[in-house]
């Protein structure tokens, strides 16, 4: 455009009209020095690409609540920045550090608020200390799975309530990754009945830890990177991790003897993605779309590995280091249930918001439940009478 009005200056100017109009024939070399004098020039400012063009490359740094490259959890902020590297074409440069690296697991969410680093992925729950109804925003004991959680944050307004939420800290999140229904964890004691939740120290964040805490447990809140040796030295009885997939990347069942399922107080949990708001907004619109879609991206591809990979995992846990597996006692998940029930509607009335957040949640619940039970899981109760036919 710059060129343009210069060229549109100069004809006016007459510079080259009279040279036709004189009948004379314009030689190359006085075209290139016309051309010249019309391009951008960077010596004197005049004509330098303004701070937002396209080609500005943007270097972010990324700091993540996982080990570094952990499958699955730490793998996935490292995919998102390379994609986002090829899709920007190097436009958006982002480095990942793993927990630990520039600050503490569970620092990340303070870190990304105050600028401290552009980028940050985790999980919602973490923050519980912090904002008490972030924990709805990454899995409830007995509530959507991973299918009905991107639903509902997606399509049913749950989105726009978590950065209602984080607005206040500066915060932009977006989905980036879940899990899918989670074991129940790692013991190293039996669980026979509810008698024996009493006094259990086990390493389980959000809503999940304070369920357990009602039915007489002692819930830790630990980083990953530092179960292993908590289990190893007594400091907690149990753990909750992922599932087969990461545990076995841990390798947790060097340190524990009985695997449990299913993972009642992680039926789909959701991982973010948290952009300072200074820096998302500092974003030409087409950087802000490819992240958006890269994060939806994401989140699917980390349910699919997970699919993909936990059941050849259980079966290397089980039959070559002799993991025993077992399913929690129907007492026990009764009891854990109807605490659930109470307990986290209870822990949703901090204000307004946080109402909110729990009338939708439990709204699409109900809704997208009284479907799933003719399609879903009807679908699943009548492929297993087929295969024991």
């Not at 004098?37 to 993540?64: H, L, Y």
């Not at 996982?66 to 920007?88: C, F, I």
């Amino acid at each position: 455009r710059q060129r343009q009005m210069c060229i549109r200056d100069r004809l006016f100017k007459g510079d080259v009209l009279r040279v036709f109009f004189h009948g004379r024939i314009i030689s190359v070399a006085i075209v290139l020095a016309f051309l010249v004098g019309c391009t951008p020039s960077s010596e004197d400012g005049e004509g330098v690409a303004p701070a937002n063009s396209s080609s500005q490359v943007f270097r972010w740094k990324m700091i993540t609540t996982w080990p570094k490259n952990l499958p699955g959890l730490g793998v996935a902020p490292e995919r998102l920045a390379d994609h986002l590297r090829v899709m920007s074409n190097g436009r958006l440069d982002i480095k990942v550090y793993g927990a630990g690296e520039l600050v503490g697991g569970m620092e990340v969410f303070d870190a990304v608020s105050q600028g401290t680093a552009e980028m940050g992925h985790g999980a919602a729950y973490y923050w519980r200390g912090k904002i008490p109804a972030a924990q709805m925003f990454a899995t409830v004991p007995f509530g959507m799975t991973a299918q009905e959680m991107n639903g509902w944050l997606h399509y049913g307004g749950g989105l726009e309530l978590w950065r209602e939420l984080y607005k206040p800290f500066d915060i932009v999140p977006f989905t980036t990754g879940n899990s899918g229904v989670q074991m129940g964890g790692w013991f190293n004691k039996e669980i026979l009945s509810v008698d024996d939740l009493q006094g259990l120290k086990m390493r389980i964040p959000g809503l999940g830890g304070e369920v357990l805490a009602r039915a007489g447990g002692s819930p830790q809140q630990l980083p990953l990177a530092e179960v292993y040796t908590a289990l190893q030295t007594g400091v907690i009885d149990a753990t909750e991790l992922v599932g087969p997939y990461n545990d076995l990347a841990q390798s947790i069942h060097t340190v524990a003897k009985y695997y449990y399922y299913p993972g009642w107080h992680e039926p789909g949990s959701t991982l973010e993605t948290l952009i300072n708001k200074g820096a998302w907004e500092s974003l030409p619109p087409d950087l802000q779309e490819m992240i958006a879609v890269a994060t939806r991206a994401i989140n699917e591809d980390m349910l699919s590995e997970f699919t993909a990979k936990n059941n050849a995992a259980l079966d290397v846990l089980i039959e070559e280091h002799g993991v025993e597996l077992r399913a929690f006692p129907e007492d026990v998940i009764y009891k854990l249930r109807e605490i659930s029930k109470g307990l986290v509607k209870e822990s949703m009335q901090e204000n307004d918001l946080s109402r909110r957040i729990y009338s939708s949640y439990m709204e699409f619940l109900e809704s997208v439940e009284n479907y799933h039970r003719i399609s879903e899981q009807a679908f699943l109760e009548a492929r297993a009478d087929a295969s024991t036919n």
